[in-house]
């Protein structure tokens, strides 16, 4: 085996491991479903469309399905269908002959063929354009493609899984996606619940992701006080699991304000989104906002390079000593100290703003 140089864990490291069962699954009920579910077909080799919001783990439980199945001696080959441009994937997906176009200096294999008697990953195969869509079924049809510019058919054995958070019937209803794709990738449907709808996980992934960064940053981080995690079970979750990974990310890192700055976060997204339903969010509360973020940050980065002093900092930033009191009140800043010396206390809210110095 080759020497090992660095001891630091590598960010792709962390991140194309398969999380354990127990965590990856967790004890809520929608879980267990999709947990009996693949369990049942995972080692088949019958195509799987995993559907749910983005950050659900749609491509968490892809590569556990690979991991699992007679499939895993080959590569999880993963190939995002809305990140690569049309003509671009077309070449990515099948690859390409010598001279097939200006600039094919040499052969390239596909990403299909890399995926031989692996498993195929298409995420967010939605945006497929609907050229490719029509290349794709063939393939799927009789295991058989060729090469851009070269005539040769080849044949290859691999696991087809797909993943989306768009809604798949309705983009066939309206003409994006053929039908018959739909009916061929849509063998078999699994829904990963939001967050929000598996609350009771939250700890268990929270615990988990907690001990990955510590390893991944070389930085010890204090375990999550229960309390936090009443909190946390409080939060919308838009951003589902990979919201809650960011955020255990920001925990290591700085400490309780990370979770402040979540629920902050959480606000913004949500009026964003109420934005993209059609209300107009008008440009001068956006302005304010991104004012009271900004005002927030400086505040915060004040406070702690005076160790949370608040006169210092008050005398620092000009303003007066009650001015900085509410605001720190108002934007929910924390320091690391308070929060723990809150979440201590039995009944508290772990991240509320100390009410005295
Ligand atoms: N059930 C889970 N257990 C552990 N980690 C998870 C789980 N679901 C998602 N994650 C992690 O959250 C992040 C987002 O998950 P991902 O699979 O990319 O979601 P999606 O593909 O649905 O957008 C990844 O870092 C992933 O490892
Ligand atoms: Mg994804």
Redesign the pocket.
Known sequence: MAKETASRVKHSDV?NAV?PDE????RSAA?TAVRIHVQRIGRTNIPIL?T???????????RWIHANSDYASGEFVKVNCAAIPGTLLESELFGYARGAFTGANFAKPGRVELAHRGSLFL?EIADLDLNLQSKLLHFLQDGTFSRIGDGVERRIDTRLLC?T?KDLEKETREGRFRQDLFYRIHVFRLK?PPLRERVE?IPT?AE??RQNFQKQFGMPAQPIPPQTFEYLQNLPWPG???E??NMIARYVLIGPEAAASAENMQKKSRAYGERSNGSALPLKKLAKDAMKEMERNVILETLRANQWNRRKTAQELKISYRALIYKIRDAGLVSRRHASKNASRAGDAPFQTPTSD
Do not use: I
């Open positions: 991140w999380p965590v990856l699954f967790g879980m995993l749910g919001e983005g950050g659900t783990g749609k491509e968490a439980l892809a995420d993943a958070n990963l996980d992934l988990f992701f589902n699991v990979r809650l990974s």
